[in-house]
């Protein structure tokens, strides 16, 4: 009963909610406002990504968002013993796809410590002068890997909770009736707050409904463990999944994983691997590995600007890129686009990127 496990995250997410506090701070409905328009891309990264499950055919009734913490999203997609390894890979292979497109975008916020109508920069065009502003660009960062070791123990905490408080309000000095009417009136009003599902009465008895579906496990920690070394920009995949995505590949020195599904386009898969000791992944008590899949279409990463930013989305993953030999510069162009031009490119090495 394997579980494809997905953490979704933004760059530069608390250095952004810092700034808004920074420079907004005499200006509490500026700040509520910018924090709105940061809340807008996390909700439209979540809209793209139903979107691209609904046109590559992957049910959104097998997709649970087990959490969602200010910007970070964590989905679980219930593979069944029953799900014959075809249709699993096949699986996979959208969700890569998807994520791989959805990563590589890029999303910014300008910041400002009072509103600038365009009449008074068009009559001024020097007022940002006296304006304090900065705008801050971020990327997704996405972690993909299979959860094997673990056990779902909603079902058990609903329980626990449920008799905990039936047993506090029959403490109270009160008539049966009265307690359990006590009773009714405060599990339907609890249910939702407390994460027990929704409550509804039939009869005499409660019923629970949208039990929220909850992970322990070893696994689990591991997978919380290695989102910390995602790349803004680059999909991370975990040892798991790479073993047995690689199984699959036609190339059996594993140098690429090659996608060779049925009903999306043929794909390659080029791969960076990390290895993490067990130190780094706090607690764990084992080393585990992951890979960083390379989006050979990103405009992003051979395109750095320099007009607009001084910390770009794509930057830590150019530097990986650059670092593993899968990007090239030529320092002599680049210097002289720069100074021109304001603006760097990169090359991709063709034999790496097959």
């Avoid at 997709?63 to 997609?77: C, R």
């Avoid at 689990?220 to 975990?238: K, T």
Wanted: hydrophobic share 35%; glycine share 2%.
């Amino acid at each position: 009963m394997a579980l494809l496990s997905i953490f979704v995250d933004l760059s530069r997410s608390t250095l952004t909610k810092v700034k808004i506090n920074h420079i907004c701070k005499q200006n509490e409905e500026l700040k509520q406002k910018l924090l709105k328009q940061y809340h807008r891309i996390l909700v439209r990264i979540e809209r793209d990504f139903y979107y691209q499950c609904e046109h590559n055919s992957i049910s959104l009734e097998e997709l649970f968002l087990v959490k969602s913490i200010g910007d970070e999203y964590w989905y679980v997609h219930y593979l069944g013993d029953k799900t014959n390894e075809l249709h699993k890979r096949e699986l996979v292979s959208k969700y890569l796809n998807i994520w791989q497109y959805l990563a590589d975008r890029s999303f910014s916020l300008f910041i400002s410590e009072r509103e600038v109508e365009w009449e008074e920069e068009k009559d001024n065009p020097s007022v940002w002068k006296n304006v304090n502003h900065e705008r801050v660009s971020f990327a997704p960062k996405v972690t993909i890997d299979f959860i094997d070791d673990y056990i779902n123990f909603a079902s058990e905490r609903q329980e626990e909770i449920n008799e905990q408080i039936k047993s506090l309000i029959n403490e109270k000095q009160k008539s049966q009736s009265e307690c359990q009417q006590e009773y009714e009136d405060r599990i339907c009003s609890l249910a939702a707050s407390l994460n027990l599902g929704t409550a509804s009465i039939i009869g005499n008895k409660i019923r629970f409904e949208g039990i929220r579906f909850d992970q322990i496990g070893v696994d689990v920690d591991l997978f919380f463990r290695i989102c910390h070394f995602a790349v803004p920009g680059i999909v991370q995949i975990g040892y798991k999944l790479f073993e047995w995505y690689a199984t699959w590949s036609s190339n059996k020195s594993r140098k690429e994983l090659l996608n060779l599904t049925y009903s999306i386009s043929s794909r390659i898969f080029p791969y960076i691997r990390r290895r993490l000791c067990p130190k780094k992944l706090k607690g764990v008590g084992k080393p585990y590995e992951v890979y960083y899949l390379p989006y050979k279409h990103s405009n992003r990463i051979y395109h750095r600007d320099f007009h607009k930013f001084t910390y770009t989305s794509h930057d830590e993953a150019r530097r990986v890129l650059l670092k593993h030999r899968y990007l090239k510069r030529n320092l002599f162009k680049n210097f002289i686009s720069i100074i021109h031009k304001r603006y760097a490119l990169y090359q991709y090495r063709k034999n790496f990127w097959r």
